[in-house]
Every structure is written in C-alpha cells, then in structure tokens.
C-alpha cells in the first residue's frame, strides 16, 4: 500500500476563517512533507517532519501552521490567509533516508 | 544550490510514437538522485522513474527510459509506444544524498505531454 490520502480535495474560505487541510498515510513513513503548488508551476516544498518533529521550514508565512500529532498524521491548519494562497496543497510521505517520496492526491484550496 | 532546468514547456506525441523530454540539472554534489514525477490532470504526482547517480545504468521502468549523463549533468525520459494516459505534466526532480539536506526535492520547471489519438 503506497497510498497518501489527503482531505478535502477541495476547499473554499474567506480570509477571516480558520481551516485545517488533513494527511494521512499507514505505511510507516517517518518523514512527511507540505508542498504548495501554483497553477502550471512546479511543487514547492514548506514543511518537512522527520519523526514527528518539524525538521524544514521554509520561511513559511505563520498564517500557515503545520502539525504532526502522530506518524501517520499530518495537518496544516491555515487561519487569515490571503488570496495569493490559493493554490494546490501537496502533501509527501517517504519510508527512510534513501528512499523516494510518495504523494497524496492534494487539497485545491480557494481563499476568497 | 542546485537548480533543474526543462527546456521544453510542452512536447507532441502521436499515439504509440516514442518522445524524449529533457532535463538538465546543476550541482557540485558527486552522490544525488534524479527523479521524473508525472502529474496528470487529477493533480496528484506520480513517481515514473528513479536513478542514483552513482548507478551508471539507465533506469528503465516498462515503456519509459532515461538517459542519464552524469558528466553532461543531463537526465532526459523517453516514452515509448506513448498511450493517451501518458498526457500530464511531466518534472524532473533532484535530491541531494547529503543527509542534511533533508532530503528536499528540488523540481525543475515541467513539460506538458500531449498525445494525439
């Protein structure tokens, strides 16, 4: 089972809300990533955990709040953000040092 | 830093024709990897194909192949006998095997692949 889920696969809020996106992966991954993705543009990379613990971030805005509550989580919850974040939200689990990440499907995020 | 470079911001195929995408990458590291992810339009990136830079074979993986220059610093992907499913964005990706690198995946620009039925 190579298989990230990520929820919702879409959502739409307004600058003032308060929203979390959700990663999931079962395949004991110890490492997991957010990426952010404009349209017609390459992944870039926010966040990454290495056992639980926020190893990268990369200078990041804090409207942009990651969590790793477990292995086999992973949130961002997101508050005040502005129309310039609206983009597609990747999420990445990889097994080890070596080894490739794997992807989740994305969360396409509308900021109103 | 390193930097991937994709020159070709969308390539044609005839269905069942072969196409090479390329990929060049910038690096003073001897020890790396080279990826190429394909995004179709369900959004969510795909690993196609995988080669450690100390390997001096080229990956194969079914119909997609890589020709992988290491002194060139070139990383190009063929598709063979190229299937309508093979249409999406396609990106090369470089990580360092430095460990504290963090393993962070650096993507090149993307090529778009359409197949012509």
């Known amino acids: 089972d190579t298989e990230v889920t990520q929820t919702p696969k879409h959502l739409v809020m307004g600058m003032t809300n308060k929203k979390s996106l959700k990663c999931e992966q079962h395949?004991?991954?110890?490492?997991m990533y957010w990426y952010k993705q404009k349209a017609k543009k390459p992944p870039e990379l926010m966040f990454v955990?290495?056992?639980?613990?926020?190893?990268i971030n990369e200078s990041v805005p804090s409207r942009f709040s990651p969590e790793c509550p477990n292995s086999s989580l992973l949130n961002l919850h997101l508050h005040a953000l502005q129309p310039e974040d609206s983009a597609l939200y990747l999420c990445?689990?990889?097994?080890?040092?070596?080894?490739?990440?794997?992807f989740g499907p994305g969360t396409r995020l509308l900021v109103l | 830093a390193q930097t991937v470079t994709q020159s070709q911001p969308e390539m044609s195929v005839q269905e069942a024709e072969t196409v090479t995408l390329s990929c060049t990458y910038d690096?003073?590291?001897?020890?790396?990897?080279l990826f190429w992810y394909k995004q179709p339009p369900s959004r969510q990136m795909i690993l196609v194909i995988r080669?450690?830079?100390?390997?001096?074979q080229n990956a194969t993986e079914n119909r997609f192949s890589v020709n992988f220059q290491k002194a060139a610093k070139s990383f190009s992907l063929k598709i063979s006998d190229s299937q309508l499913g093979d249409a999406a964005m396609y990106f090369c990706a470089y990580r360092s095997a430095i460990k504290a690198a963090g393993n962070k995946l650096t993507f090149g620009g993307g090529t778009r692949v359409l197949v012509k039925p």
């Open positions: 955990y290495s056992y639980e613990k926020l190893s």
């Open positions: 080669q450690e830079a100390y390997k001096q």
């Open positions: 690096t003073s590291e001897s020890d790396y990897y």
């Open positions: 395949m004991g991954h110890r490492a």
């Open positions: 990445a689990s990889r097994p080890g040092p070596n080894e490739t990440q794997y």
